[in-house]
Structure formats: C-alpha cells, structure tokens
T-cell receptor
Framework: DAKTTQPTSMDCAEGRAANLPCNHS???????VYWYRQIHSQGPQYIIH???NNETNEMASLIITEDRKSSTLILPHATLRDTAVYYC????????????FGGGTRLMVKP | GAVVSQHPSRVICKSGTSVKIECRSL??????MFWYRQFPKKSLMLMAT?????????EQGVEKDKFLINHASLTLSTLTVTSAHPEDSSFYIC????????????FGDGTRLSIL
C-alpha cells in the first residue's frame, strides 16, 4: 500500500472549516483514499473514501487532486466534538485488505 | 450503517489470567475480521487477520500461541490473550467489512486491557 504523509497536528476554530491535507505521491491507479478518525479511547470511525472524483457525505468532503498525489479532507463547520486524530490511508479496495495506519493528524478544535 | 460490536469494553485482571475479547458484526456478514493493538499515544498496529473457518494470519512478531483467534461464524471473531502479563496491557480493537460489498471497514469501540 502507498505511504501517506500528514501533518502531526492542526488547530481549528470552532465553526470554521477544517482542512486536513494528505500526501500520497506513490499512490497506484487502483488504490482508494480512505479517511478515518479516532476520538480518544474509541475505535476508528469511517469518514469518507474516494478514488478519483471528489466526494461529499454528511460528515465531510474529500478533495483529490487531478494527479491523485494528494488529497484534502474538509470538515465544513468544525465543532468541539470533531477533536480527534484523523488518519489518511490509501489501499486497494478489497474486502480482504487490512488498513495500515500511519501517525495521523491530531486536530484540535478550539472554542 | 454497518456496526461492529466489541465486548468487553474494559478488563482489569491479574497476571496469568486468560482474557477473551469478542468482536461481532451486528448487521452484516464478515468472512474477514482484523485485530489491532494500540499503545498510548501510538497508532494502531495490525496483529492478525481472522478468517472465518480457517486459521488466522498473524503479523510478524505477534505470538500466535499467546493471542488465540477464533472466527467460528460470519459474525463473530474472538481474541484470547492467554496467560496475560502487564506488558500485554493495551487497547485492542477489531474491525470487519461486509462480504462482497463496497462498504468500508468498520471498527469496534475497542477493549482496554489492564493486567495487574
């Protein structure tokens, strides 16, 4: 699986958009970009995933660059409950494939 | 949406005890489940892949006789930490994905194991 690079930590003001970047310059054509987050002492929570096109759901938006070498997770209106570690993972979309977690980005949403 | 239930959420026991952790997929079937371990302020590390009806596949450095995995049905996998010692204290998390589906993996809420 392709390696990802994320900033170690970020701050965001409550109510503002949180933009979390991820570099995956070695991504292969059949690898998806997944985003999960982990709130303290809980299991990771799925947020969103995509292959080439930008994606949006009730939680977030995923913007993937045209060359697919980087992506940005956008939380449009961050709340204090969005404080968590956010993991960007790339892998082939197969039921048998596990997820390999890197260090993630620790997002702190401040009042 | 898909839900993975993990039980118990917290265990505190004496050294030498064996502890069983259950992972259930509540509204879908999963031929494959995954077990992770997470130490404080660290990321999740895959321990093993649990395959329904066959032996689990362990990652390098994980003792299969220490961490027994059983995946007896399409909705249940168990991890037994045998003869647990203080160094086994950790946060154990399972995940599963629906068979033949484009749904993503979903995770349980984890089990915090503390060995005294």
């Amino acid at each position: 699986d392709a390696k990802t690079t994320q900033p170690t930590s970020m701050d965001c003001a409550e109510g503002r958009a949180a933009n979390l970047p991820c570099n995956h310059s070695t991504i292969s054509g059949n690898e998806y970009v997944y985003w999960y987050r982990q709130i303290h002492s809980q299991g990771p929570q799925y947020i969103i995933h995509g292959l080439k096109n930008n994606e949006t759901n009730e939680m977030a938006s995923l913007i993937i660059t045209e060359d697919r070498k980087s992506s940005t997770l956008i939380l449009p209106h961050a709340t204090l409950r969005d404080t968590a570690v956010y993991y960007c993972i790339v892998r082939v979309d197969s039921a048998g494939n596990m997820l390999t977690f890197g260090g993630g980005t620790r997002l702190m949403v401040k009042p | 949406g898909a839900v993975v239930s993990q039980h118990p959420s917290r265990v505190i026991c004496k050294s030498g005890t064996s502890v069983k952790i259950e992972c259930r997929s509540l509204d879908f079937q999963a031929t494959t489940m995954f077990w992770y371990r997470q130490f404080p302020k660290k990321s999740l590390m895959l321990m093993a892949t649990s395959n329904e009806g066959s032996k689990a596949t362990y990652e390098q450095g994980v003792e299969k006789d220490k961490f027994l995995i059983n995946h007896a049905s399409l909705t249940l996998s168990t991890l037994t930490v045998t003869s647990a010692h203080p160094e086994d204290s950790s946060f154990y998390i399972c995940s599963a994905r629906q068979v033949d589906s484009n749904q993503p993996q979903h995770f349980g809420d984890g089990t915090r194991l503390s060995i005294l």
